[in-house]
T-cell receptor, first 112, second 114 residues
Framework: AAGVIQSPRHLIKEKRETATLKCYPI?????VYWYQQGPGQDPQFLIS???????DKGSIPDRFSAQQFSDYHSELNMSSLELGDSALYFC???????????FGPGTRLTVL | AQSVSQHNHHVILSEAASLELGCNYS??????LFWYVQYPGQHLQLLLK??????LVKGIKGFEAEFIKSKFSFNLRKPSVQWSDTAEYFC????????????FGAGTILRVKS
């Protein structure tokens, strides 16, 4: 069965650079969630989209922005990267009306 | 604020030992409850979930969990662990009134000695 796809899987950036993470949800899933998992920490909710509109916002820094496109894929844009942004970024998707989230493999971002 | 507490951060067991990982949440409304497992270097995988109905939920790989509403608990159990169960386990909840974002506990790292 198709799963959530995230790209890239690994990303290395320098401080103050920008990064774009992409998430392709499972077909027919219209809701996308982004989570950040720092080293040794639990995943923290960043932001979610439903039908291309932002549906909820968590602890997402102002330096980050995200959107969902007409094909339901989502991109997380991160600017002025800081060392503390080094983390695993998970995307999850869920179907219309669904309560279960299906997670992608994550993008491991390292900021040097 | 909604929170999820996992009682043990590290658990070490021998193979064939029984496992119980505690999880409590701090909200009195309607919740959906989940246990996720994260194997080293891998993504989160759903072990089991509770939305409604029978409070004893069976999941994959022989895991089960019991929802006790009066105790705000959703403890994970497995009668006999295997070396391959070595992983980090996260309890998580969603509140329908607050959208479907998952709020995770801090996680429990389980190490099974062979």
């Amino acid at each position: 069965a198709a799963g959530v796809i995230q790209s890239p899987r690994h990303l290395i950036k320098e401080k103050r650079e920008t990064a774009t993470l992409k998430c392709y949800p499972i077909p027919r899933h219209d809701t996308v969630y982004w989570y950040q998992q720092g080293p040794g920490q639990d995943p923290q909710f960043l932001i979610s989209f439903y039908e291309k509109m932002q549906s909820d916002k968590g602890s997402i820094p102002d330096r980050f922005s995200a959107q969902q496109f007409s094909d339901y894929h989502s991109e997380l844009n991160m600017s002025s990267l800081e060392l503390g942004d080094s983390a695993l970024y998970f995307c999850a998707s869920s179907p219309r009306g669904g309560n279960e989230q299906f997670f992608g493999p994550g993008t491991r971002l390292t900021v040097l | 604020a909604q929170s999820v507490s996992q009682h043990n951060h590290h658990v070490i067991l021998s193979e064939a030992a029984s496992l119980e990982l505690g999880c409590n949440y701090s909200y009195g409304g309607t919740v959906n409850l989940f246990w996720y497992v994260q194997y080293p270097g891998q993504h989160l995988q759903l072990l089991l979930k509770y939305f409604s109905g029978d409070p004893l939920v069976k999941g994959i790989k022989g895991f089960e969990a019991e929802f006790i509403k009066s105790k705000f608990s959703f403890n994970l159990r497995k009668p006999s662990v295997q070396w391959s169960d070595t992983a980090e386990y996260f309890c998580a909840v969603t509140l329908m009134e607050y959208g479907n974002k998952l709020v995770f506990g801090a996680g429990t790292i389980l190490r099974v000695k062979s």
